[in-house]
């Protein structure tokens, strides 16, 4: 079966800095995802890794290890408008995409 | 309308009632899928359907039924549903699978308790 672990929450000051681990176990890759979902609404697209290395997108970054299993997703900067719960997810064929239980990030003032 | 759009945004139902969940994305895409959404954990897969045609049917229980008349709506049919069936229950679509990453775009989801 698949298994992809991510810590529960994490709390953070406004303009810090937060990284979000995800290791997984999965029959197959095919790409790592990052969802954003605030409370409420539908999970939005954040950043995909389907080889080695950092991927940046504004303050947003997130690294793949393929051979450790491992993605982290990096925020920088932040605000309050951050706090949300944080996916991982992997896609083991075409279309498949198995989810990790989600990072629910907390941004204090 | 843009994106994916679900409707009810909330649902109640008794163990016996039929009610259906509704999906429809204006983005072209050929892909849709419906996920079940628990408190902590993890989304789950239930159906996919690429053109039309289904694809995946994850081990769901026969007392959710689901429809795709075409590319742009999806249906979840309900019956005779049990308490540890309620949850939110997201609908998602993609452009085809032959396109890169393949991103998965969300609708916000029906809320869905059973009474």
């Known amino acids: 079966g698949q298994n992809i672990d991510q810590p529960t929450e994490m709390t953070a000051t406004e303009g810090a800095i937060v990284q979000i681990n995800c290791t997984y176990q999965?029959?197959?890759?095919?790409?790592l995802f990052w969802y954003q979902q605030h409370a409420g609404e539908a999970p939005t697209f954040l950043s995909y890794n389907v080889l080695d290395g950092l991927e940046e997108k504004g303050r947003f970054s997130s690294f793949l290890s393929r051979s450790k299993g491992y993605s982290y997703l990096l925020l920088k900067e932040l605000q309050m408008k951050d706090s949300a719960s944080y996916l991982c997810a992997v896609r083991d064929g075409d279309y498949k995409l198995s989810f990790g239980a989600g990072t629910t990030v907390t941004v204090r003032a | 309308e843009t994106g994916v759009t679900q409707t009810p945004r909330h649902l109640v139902m008794g163990m016996t009632n039929k009610k259906s969940l509704k999906c429809e994305q204006h983005l072209g895409h050929n892909a849709m899928y419906w996920y079940k959404q628990s408190a902590k954990k993890p989304l789950e897969l239930m159906f996919v359907?690429?053109?039309?045609?289904?694809?995946e049917n994850n081990s769901v229980p026969s007392r959710f039924s689901p429809e795709c008349p075409n590319s742009s709506h999806l249906f979840l049919h309900l019956h005779t549903l049990q308490p540890e069936d309620s949850a939110l229950y997201l609908c998602a679509s993609s452009q085809d699978w032959s396109s890169g990453a393949n991103v998965l775009t969300f609708g916000a989801g029906s809320r869905l308790t059973v009474l």
């Open positions: 359907y690429s053109l039309e045609e289904r694809v």
């Open positions: 999965t029959s197959g890759f095919n790409g």
